[in-house]
């Protein structure tokens, strides 16, 4: 692609990463963790809080259940009394890493220099605390059945209350056009395992089997327990700088090479064309359209798995194995281990790791690229790696590389 | 949460329940829409049997309700009664107690006989788990609660 250079997001590196504390019922504020990732990430950019001119977030602003929506801009910039050129945060997008992909724009268009994204869940805290027991605490409580309106309507009477029963329709469809397995779709969960057992900071790291899989409790078939993400507390930021910038970062710099945003079929849990694939096929689509880079060019890939069928489908429509051939791809499970050809959710993933809900895979991406990775550092110095958040009509991916590339 | 701000997550699992609940007809409590202008004709159309979806006079079939046609962005629109046949586009076995003391559940996935790209999502009644496939010919059978008459389907027999 000719223009390729032009590209706006190219104009944007990751100078920086930081994490907070993650773990099961942290009773921390969400601000709290945040303020501790973005303190961490700035330092790790060489920074101080007085360069950071640009804030960014998926979503904030009291989207979703308790304690899933994070803390709003304005709170954090307030904590961190920035003074900022730039802003934005939101639920609508190509994914959590929208909030990244409008920083890159931003830096490239000049409206900031530095900005810090970040990406907060405190589900595990707030399920504790018995603030998501959503329509069963309504139940519970005597005030009567809310009703609703939008999206919703068409999927909750049914009792189609979580994405666990949205999601398992594409996986069931998977199963019926392209022959899938539970033994297959159990090595996304299995691959995570063996990788959080060597990341200190995983939720779940003890060993876990096949037959382990095959006898957990069910969900909403074909999904099981350990096909569903396990919620958890932290804070995930990473500071997008201007990439004229990247020779100043202590740490190596990630540049963003391309960016996929597009979402072509209809924006539905239930109405999309292709329920076998959904958005991740117009997200990957148009990120490979704006690059020379291909599939095989990939050392590293940290594919959302909020449920481990999503990984699946992302592996196909990222084009590292054919459509409807991802079961075959990762059925021996070592293709996809961190010693095989596609190293995959090298941290764990959000099935054992937690569901930092897509910063995790961010972050985790960068940490292989700079080679500190710890335990689980991919050999061979990987250089290209890409990332992708979401999953049904919500899908976003990018491609990051150590250098300009 | 309300509306239709939130995507990802109505509610999650309530304290884990290992037995093997038989199948029923969807949840043990219906969490009902609110009824308005738009929508008002498609939720009480199962008051005499028939169901129905928003049609323009190019006859496409919009649904969810809208205002233009998506197809052809006419804004000539009314309902009109369709077969209730379908196909199980896909479908899962609920397990898991959203709502507490309720059944097994089948959630299903329709694709309305007269137009291949509309689909509801519902609940698949009067059916054994080992009967449902992928493909399978389906009917209307509503069941009212308060004044919503939900379409269900249940395999044509």
């Known amino acids: ?34 303020v501790e990732a ?7 950019a060489g920074l101080t809080r007085d360069d950071i001119d640009g804030i ?25 009394r920035l003074q900022l050129n730039w802003h934005d945060g939101g639920g609508e997008g190509p994914g959590q890493i929208r909030a990244v992909f409008s920083a890159c724009l931003a830096v490239a268009a000049g409206l900031a220099r530095h900005v810090l994204v970040y990406r907060t869940v405190t589900e595990s805290t707030a399920q504790g605390a018995g603030g998501r027991q959503g329509i069963a605490g309504a139940v519970g409580s005597g005030r009567g059945i809310p009703r609703f309106g939008g999206t919703f309507q068409w999927l909750l009477p049914y009792g189609a209350m979580s994405a666990a029963n949205w999601i398992a329709l594409v996986a069931q469809r998977r199963m019926y056009e392209y022959g899938l397995t539970r033994e297959q779709l159990a090595q996304i969960a299995l691959n995570g395992r063996r990788n959080a057992a060597l990341n200190p ?43 004229d910038y990247a020779p100043d970062t202590p740490n190596p710099a990630c540049h963003v090479n391309a960016i996929g945003t597009a979402l072509r079929g209809r924006p539905n849990w239930d109405q999309f064309d292709d329920m076998t694939t959904m958005a991740a096929r117009d997200a990957a689509a148009a990120m490979w359209a704006r690059t020379d880079l291909r599939p095989t060019d990939v050392d590293v890939a940290e594919l959302y798995d909020g449920f481990s ?16 051939e991802s079961g075959a791809f990762v059925a021996d499970g070592r293709t996809i281990a961190l010693d095989g050809a596609l190293p995959l959710n090298t941290s764990g993933g959000q099935l054992s790791a937690g569901r930092l809900h897509g910063f995790g895979f961010l972050h985790e991406a ?8 710890g335990d689980r550092q991919v050999a061979g110095d990987p250089e290209i790696a890409v990332v992708a958040n979401g999953g049904g009509p919500i899908a976003g991916s990018m491609l990051l590389t150590r250098g300009a590339g | ?142 069941e009212q609660s308060e004044d919503v008459w939900l379409p269900l389907f249940r395999p044509v027999r």
């Open chain 1, 366 to 373: 960068c940490l292989q690229l700079r080679g500190q990775g």
């Open chain 1, 1 to 34: 692609m000719a223009a390729s250079d032009q590209l706006h997001e190219r104009k944007a590196v990751i100078s920086g990463i930081g994490q907070s504390a993650v773990g099961r019922r942290l009773n921390r504020s969400d601000v709290d963790l945040t």
């Open chain 1, 38 to 44: 973005a303190l961490a990430a700035i330092e790790d």
């Open chain 1, 56 to 80: 960014s977030t998926y979503p904030g602003g009291g989207m979703g259940g308790a304690g899933f929506a994070g803390p709003t801009t304005p709170e954090v910039q307030d904590a961190l």
């Open chain 2, 1 to 142: 949460m309300s509306g239709s701000g939130g995507r990802w997550v109505a509610c999650r699992a309530v304290p884990a329940d290992t037995e093997i609940r038989p199948l029923g007809r969807g949840p043990s409590i219906r969490v009902l829409p609110v009824l308005n202008d738009t929508n008002r004709f498609f939720w009480t159309s199962g008051e005499d049997g028939r169901l129905r979806f928003l049609r323009c006079d190019h006859g496409h079939y919009v649904h969810p309700p809208a205002p233009v046609c998506g197809y052809c962005l006419s804004h000539v629109l009314a309902p009109e009664a369709v077969s209730g046949r379908g196909t199980l586009h896909s479908f899962t076995v609920n397990h898991q107690q959203w709502v507490p003391g309720s059944d097994r559940y089948v959630v299903g996935l329709v694709t309305i006989d007269e137009q291949d790209d509309v689909r509801l999502l519902t609940n698949i009644v009067d059916c054994e788990e080992e009967e449902l496939r992928i493909g399978m010919p389906v009917e209307v059978a509503f």
């Open chain 1, 201 to 243: 900071k995983a939720i779940y790291r003890d060993p876990m089997t096949l037959d382990d899989y095959l006898a957990a409790r069910m969900i909403t078939t074909p999904l099981c327990l350990f096909d569903c993400d396990a919620p958890c507390d932290g804070s995930t930021a990473v500071i997008v700088s201007h990439a």
């Open chain 1, 309 to 324: 069928i999503l990984t699946m489908v992302w592996l196909e429509e990222l084009g590292f194995c054919g459509k409807g």
